[in-house]
């Protein structure tokens, strides 16, 4: 009867170690795939490259899981041009699109790396020239330009500040004083500052912390920055009032 028992049991803790395993392997594939299918997919991509891309001599990436879309994808970059790097997406045994056309084509990557050096040019300015040094600023092409942007831009080409492209910058940093005054200040010093280094960007905004409060500000102009009125503008955008475009938001005030 005891031998019976024990041997019931080791069944029973047989099946769960199995049930464990399989709940965890199904679970494994869920998020990371598995080597067959990857392998697969690899295969299969492969080929979809040197069918339709040969010519740009590419560096292909190992697929990876892409647990959203219950498929594979694979980063390729070329050797030789930095804009040219885009993504192929493999699902249900064969590969189903790829964004070379949006993001090589499209300049969408030349627009995004010019962004990374503008964004670090102008970090550097609100650095050294007025002291921040820990900032986080960014600068940002307008996305209603991507559309005109085959006729501006060229896949390499180097960057330059004076591009006839809208750009906008949102200063990031955490500030000592929170009040209107010291907002509208810190706003006239970086447009100063930036236009002395040849920046000129189409709209200004703004996250600051300070404190446990955030203030988030948008739509400022040039134009606004030069009328000499910014902190009333600013007051009025706060309560509500006026007819400019700015926008400004305060979190964790007190009252």
């Known amino acids: 009867m005891k031998n019976s028992k024990k041997i019931i049991l080791k069944i029973l803790a047989g099946v769960v ?30 080929q979809y490259v ?9 560096e292909i990436e190992k697929a990876k899981y892409d647990f959203k879309n219950a498929g594979y994808m694979v980063k390729a970059e070329s050797k030789t041009s930095i804009d040219t790097k885009f993504t192929i997406y493999y699902s249900k045994g064969k590969v189903q699109r790829d964004d070379y056309e949006l993001f090589v ?20 300015i609100l650095a050294n020239d007025l002291g921040y040094a820990d900032n986080t600023t960014m600068v940002i092409y307008d996305k209603d330009e991507y559309e005109n942007a085959n006729d501006i831009l060229e896949l390499d080409m180097k ?7 809208k750009t906008d910058v949102i200063i990031q940093l955490d500030i000592a004083d ?24 189409s709209t200004y905004g703004m996250f600051a912390e300070n404190d446990g409060i955030a203030v988030m500000v948008y739509g400022v102009t040039p134009a606004h920055i030069e009328s000499g009125d910014l902190a009333s503008l600013l007051e009025q955008a706060k309560n509500n009032e006026g007819a400019n475009s700015i926008g400004i938001h305060i979190k964790g005030a007190r009252k």
């Open 17 to 46: 170690a199995v049930v464990l395993i399989g709940g965890m392997i199904f679970v494994t594939n869920a998020f990371v795939g598995n080597p067959i299918s990857a392998m697969r997919a690899n295969k299969a991509i492969k």
């Open 50 to 58: 040197n069918q339709n891309y040969s010519y740009l001599d590419l």
């Open 105 to 124: 084509l499209g300049k969408f990557n030349t627009l995004q790396r010019f962004s990374d050096e503008y964004s670090v040019i102008a970090k550097g």
């Open 159 to 165: 960057f330059d500040k004076a591009l006839p492209i």
């Open 178 to 201: 929170s009040s209107i005054e010291a907002i509208a200040k810190i706003f006239v010093d970086a447009h100063k500052a930036f236009e002395g280094n040849d920046c000129n960007f």
